[in-house]
């Protein structure tokens, strides 16, 4: 596959650590959020993955932008888009919580940071939220406050990387639950620090509201990192997929909905919350899911997955496309995830598939892999 150069300009932000991270070996970025995602370092995308789940690694993530709703009525509003009961949510907790429309689309799949009762951080996925926000404010008349704050994030990711906040930042860190946040002091500011990631391999993430405290917490983790044997890193596809954690706009997108992408205990349909889509899933599940995302297992050593490829069964009756894929080391073989059209969403279906040109077989499992 050819790589061709991202051309930067003001309306593709880099982030505070970018000067850095080109110094450290980034050779790839993406496009997210409109800023720049780096998507590989020096070395193969393999190592990375091998060093992530026996060390640890420093990415810049400022890309997780943050969609700040405070005000009267930020409960309300923020309940209002997503299908999640927050009634009972609290303070110095994360809450992964799909956001949809009113024909219970999913726009963005979130996590929900409650700062306060009347304050809220949305830390987006690959998707706009601002402008949908503000147009239910407007209409629905709320008393809130709705921008983008600025606060940049570096996450902290591996089985080490409990070690090496401690020896930065000291033993209250080991206190911090998963999915929980507190405040942290480092060169005289307090950073919000959560025990959360993009990786299963444990983790956190720093949310930079003071750029040059921030910068010197992110230098100092390298400066001490060698015993931990830190690398910069980002994001890696081949761990992401293994462990099943869902990429907005590439395994899920605006065309799907929550029940159909395995988010049922995130879908509370017998609380008297009120939110956007609600009627719409009941009707969803009385009937049943017409479509479900799963994974699957190719008998093929590699795979680039640049758009949906589709899956047809021995028949070659069209079932679903895969949205994402690699080769895993674990399985030896590449593994994906994939929407599947009823009736042949089914632990063990045959499929097929074809790859530059070549046909493969595989079979349909759950998720998450492991």
């Known amino acids: ?69 405070n005000g009267k009525d930020s409960a309300k509003l923020v309940q209002l888009i997503t299908c999640r009961d927050l009634s009972k949510s609290k303070i110095g907790r994360c809450y992964y919580a799909p956001i949809i429309d009113h024909k219970a689309k999913l726009i963005s799949d979130p996590v929900i940071l409650k700062l306060a009762e009347d304050r809220w951080w949305i830390s987006l996925s690959d998707s706009d939220l601002e402008l949908f926000a503000k147009g239910l404010a407007i209409g629905k008349g709320y008393d809130v406050n709705i921008f983008e704050a600025k606060v940049d994030i570096f996450s902290v990711q591996g089985p080490k990387s409990l070690s090496l906040m401690e020896k930065v930042l000291g033993p209250k860190i080991k206190e911090l639950k998963f999915f929980g946040f507190d405040y942290f002091e480092f060169g005289g500011s307090k950073h919000l620090i959560a025990r959360s990631g993009w990786s299963k391999q444990g983790g956190f993430e720093v949310y930079m509201e003071h750029e040059e405290a921030g910068l010197a917490l992110y230098d100092k983790l390298f400066e001490v990192g060698d015993e931990f044997n830190l690398k910069p890193g980002c994001p890696n596809l081949i761990e992401r997929i293994e462990s099943s954690l869902l990429s907005y706009g590439n395994d899920i997108d605006i065309g799907d909905n929550p029940l159909e992408c395995g988010f049922d205990k995130y879908v509370n349909l017998d609380s008297d919350v009120e939110f956007l889509g609600k009627e719409e899933l009941k009707r969803v599940k009385s009937e049943g899911i017409k479509r479900k995302l799963m994974g699957v297992k190719i008998d093929a050593q590699q795979i680039a997955v640049n758009g949906s490829i589709n899956l047809y069964d021995n028949s070659k009756n069209f079932i679903g496309e895969l949205r994402s894929g690699s080769y895993n080391p674990m399985f030896k073989q590449v593994i994906g995830i994939a929407m599947i059209n009823k009736p042949y969403f089914n632990v063990s279906q045959e499929i097929k598939i074809n790859i530059d040109g070549k046909d493969y077989s595989g079979r349909l499992c759950d998720l998450p892999f492991i």
């Open 1 to 69: 596959m050819k790589n061709y150069l991202i051309s930067k300009s003001r309306r593709l932000r880099g982030t505070p650590y970018t000067s850095r991270i080109e110094k450290q070996g980034v050779t790839a970025y993406t496009v997210y959020n409109h800023m720049l995602l780096p998507t590989k370092f020096e070395g193969t995308l393999e190592d990375a993955y091998h060093h992530l789940k026996g060390h640890v690694q420093v990415w810049d993530v400022s890309v997780q932008r943050q969609t700040e709703i």
